[in-house]
């Protein structure tokens, strides 16, 4: 099985400051239709999964523009340029390439 | 806007069956794949499997013994079971749409397996 790992745990940020978080998978992402099946999801407590990005780089609507996805083969990046206090909560990367598709661990993101 | 609702037992007792109902609306269950998906402290977010109306299932390797999902189109649900239910199956479950890049899911609905 696909295995993501994603770094840091935990992710203390002053509001208006940048946030990156890290996701490497133990395999290749390239799925044999061309795509990369790479997303990534907000989950605020109490709520589901929300997707932000999908297929590394692809921000899903209604997703603010402060929220961008890059990477490739087994490096991956999401990175909120200006964190909001509405951006706290559990980050998790998922791969939809390797059956039995995989999330990362979770990033916690939370204000300083 | 397409919505999602996971319906059933919250307490099941140990070694019974789990059974699970997603029932969507907002849109058509034909035009596309289904996923079941469960979140637990000890194991994170787990993909249990997916379904097609035309009979595309597939199922994850580490609960394939133990699962089967179906499909009533004219219900506009599909349906996750999971058998002989232990404590590490105690987890908030989620039904989504798609598979490989899940866009919308359900509010999760938690089963806690106990006597």
């Known amino acids: 099985d696909v295995v993501m790992t994603q770094s840091p745990l935990s992710l203390p940020v002053t509001l208006g400051q940048p946030a990156s978080i890290s996701c490497r998978s133990s395999?290749?992402?390239?799925?044999?239709?061309?795509?990369?099946?790479l997303n990534w999801f907000q989950q605020r407590p109490g709520q589901s999964p929300r997707r932000l990005i999908h297929?590394?780089?692809n921000r899903d609507s209604g997703v603010p523009d402060r929220f961008s996805g890059s990477g490739s083969g087994t490096d991956f990046t999401l990175i909120i340029s200006r964190v909001e206090a509405e951006d706290v909560g559990v980050y998790y990367c998922?791969?939809?390439?390797?059956?039995?598709?995989?999330f990362g661990g979770g990033t916690k993101v939370e204000i300083k | 806007q397409v919505q999602l609702q996971e319906s059933g037992p919250g307490l099941v007792k140990p070694s019974e069956t789990l059974s699970l109902t997603c029932t969507v609306s907002?849109?058509?269950?034909?035009?596309?794949?289904w996923s079941w998906m469960r979140q637990s402290p000890g194991k994170g977010l787990e993909c249990i499997g997916y379904?097609?109306?035309?009979?595309?299932?597939a199922y994850n390797p580490s609960l394939k013994s133990r699962v089967t999902m179906s499909m009533d189109t004219s219900k506009s649900q599909f349906s996750l079971k999971l058998t002989s239910v232990t404590s590490a199956d105690t987890a908030v479950y989620y039904c989504?749409?798609?598979?490989?890049?899940?866009?919308?899911w359900g509010p999760g609905i938690l089963v806690t397996v106990s006597s």
């Open positions: 379904i097609y109306h035309s009979g595309d299932i």
């Open positions: 297929k590394v780089f």
């Open positions: 989504a749409r798609t598979t490989r890049q899940p866009e919308f």
């Open positions: 907002g849109g058509s269950i034909t035009d596309y794949y």
């Open positions: 998922m791969q939809g390439t390797h059956w039995p598709f995989s």
């Open positions: 395999q290749g992402l390239i799925y044999s239709d061309g795509n990369t099946y």
